[in-house]
């Protein structure tokens, strides 16, 4: 029902008593048991829940897989540059992600990425080692570009990405007013555009780069001012969570040219910064989904190394060293949220009365107990139908003011009754269509849980992000329940009715009883 071996990445497991594991280095013997942590944390730490678990490990593990990738497609094409992984410290800035892979820059050049003064900040505070690097992507003003000019003089290797024309001559103004100069990145505006929920990052009309004129004015500003020495990189960036290969190979062909055409005009560019995109499988489909993707990270990394080999190579220009920001990738698994269920909202069919027809009843009531008491696996589709039908006259008939209150709530009672066995008879009958899925949604159980949603998973309500949901415990079970999750909040959009799946969307989430 939860699919963790579609999704897990290797990271996850149950065991037989049916409690969910974490495996920290991926796969291997050693293993977490998630139900003995909270109920340690419980009691003898005495916190409540929600918690965020956090593994560290994971962070390294995700780093080595990515290097590791790399690494292998550079060996098997003989590619004779280096790769260099940044982690953008907008996916998570808190110290202790930052600095658990900054403990791994001796060994894989792990640098930081910046879009803000206050990352710069905290960027600059780090120990980095003098060849990792530190790059500032994003708007930038004075104050930030005197900011980088600081991390220069405190010996690090400061690469400040050029996004429009106005920022390179801040760049050169402060340069000569101060004395010395960042090394400089040109972002370009590519024509190719990834694809999924980000594929508005890229293309012709997307915020952030310089098109193909204003890179060579860039280019044209940096020799007059003496500084095209500082030159060092290029950057794109076509989308955040790529769901189809396809995209990203078209966009490295593109990008390896635009490279070499500066290389040919004398521009001793250096890194080519590819950006992020590299995706999560979020429901383990291995799809063009959103919440999905087509490839492995050992593909994703064999596109980009073949095609910057193969053009740069029919262009008869250096290799560049490969930088990225994969830090979806490098982070997503390794935090996991842990919360309770509080209640249980009933649904519209639970514990009512049962309804006695009266002679003087109106029509409209009887017809609907002749539904009720007639359905049968033959026809439950047909009298569904006429249900909803008969649901309608009632309301309106109401609105006249031609029932009574009481009528009213014998038809809801009866309308919901049908409702549930027309939707036991499709589950015993394997029917499934877009109006019995609706249906299933609007009978299933909402379990109130304590959290609050705007807090814990604001992408699951801002841009409708899928994630994998599922119970610590109890997974030995029988799943006897379809619930939404609802958060304590006094919002109605404080609520989770999406959930992973290997064919859809799910609306509704397979549970136990949560007494």
């Not at 897990?8 to 149950?14: E, L, Q, R, T, W």
């Not at 250096?318 to 509080?342: D, K, N, W």
């Not at 994998?468 to 109890?474: D, E, F, L, Q």
């Amino acid at each position: 029902a939860y699919g963790v071996e579609n999704w897990s990445a290797g990271y996850f497991d149950i065991n037989s008593r049916g409690n969910l594991l974490v495996r920290p280095a991926g796969g291997d013997h050693r293993y977490a048991d998630l139900k003995e942590i909270v109920d340690y944390l419980l009691a003898r730490h005495r916190v409540q829940v929600p918690l965020l678990l956090r593994f560290p490990q994971i962070l390294t593990s995700q780093l080595r897989a990515l290097t590791s990738a790399y690494q292998n497609a550079i060996q098997e094409y003989g590619y004779t540059k280096q790769h260099f992984p940044l982690f953008p410290m907008k996916v998570n800035p808190r110290r202790e992600v930052v600095e658990e892979f900054l403990r791994d820059a001796g060994r894989c050049h792990v640098g930081l990425e910046c879009g803000s003064k206050a990352e710069l900040y905290a960027a600059i505070a780090q120990e980095q080692p003098s060849n990792s690097l530190l790059l500032c992507n994003g708007f930038k003003d004075e104050t930030f570009l005197r900011t980088a000019m600081l991390g220069v003089q405190a010996g690090k290797r400061v690469v400040v990405v050029v996004e429009k024309l106005n920022e390179m001559r801040m760049l050169i103004k402060l340069s000569q007013e101060m004395g010395l100069a960042p090394e400089v990145g040109l972002r370009a505006k590519l024509y190719s555009r990834g694809s999924g929920k980000w594929a508005s990052s890229g293309g012709d009309s997307a915020k952030f780069g310089l098109t193909t004129s204003e890179i060579l004015e860039c280019l044209r500003m940096l020799r007059d001012a003496k500084l095209e020495h500082k030159l060092k990189l290029l950057h794109f960036h076509i989308g955040s969570q790529i769901t189809d290969i396809k995209r990203v190979k078209n966009a490295m062909k593109e990008a390896a040219r635009v490279y070499s055409k500066l290389r040919q005009i004398d521009c001793a560019i250096e890194f080519v910064d590819i950006g992020g995109g590299l995706g999560v499988d979020y429901d383990g489909s291995q799809t063009r989904f959103d919440s999905s993707v087509n490839y492995t990270v050992q593909e994703f990394a064999n596109d980009v190394v073949y095609a910057f080999k193969w053009i740069c190579e029919e262009e008869n220009v250096p290799q560049p060293h490969l930088v990225t920001e994969s830090g979806r990738f490098m982070t997503a698994y390794h935090a996991i949220f842990v919360t309770c269920i509080r209640d249980e909202i009933e649904t519209f069919a639970d514990d009512q009365p049962e309804v006695n027809i009266d002679a003087d009843d109106p029509l409209v009531i009887t017809e609907l107990k002749d539904l009720c008491d007639s359905l049968t696996s033959k026809n439950y589709v047909e009298y569904y139908h006429d249900a909803l039908q008969l649901k309608d006259e009632l309301q309106i008939q109401f609105n006249l003011g031609l029932v009574s209150l009481e009528d009213r709530a014998k038809g809801d009672v009866l309308f919901w009754e049908i409702c549930h066995r027309a939707l036991r008879e499709a589950e015993e009958d394997s029917f499934s269509d877009e109006e019995f899925e609706q249906l299933k949604s609007s009978l299933a159980q909402k379990y109130l849980c304590n959290f609050s949603l705007f807090r814990s998973a604001p992408d699951s309500w801002a841009i409708r992000q899928l994630f994998p949901i599922v119970p610590i415990h109890r997974l030995n079970e029988r799943l006897t329940d379809y619930a939404t999750l609802v958060d304590v909040t006094c919002d109605s959009d404080g609520k989770i009715d999406r959930f992973v799946d290997l064919k859809d969307v799910k609306h509704t989430l397979e549970l136990h009883d949560w007494d």
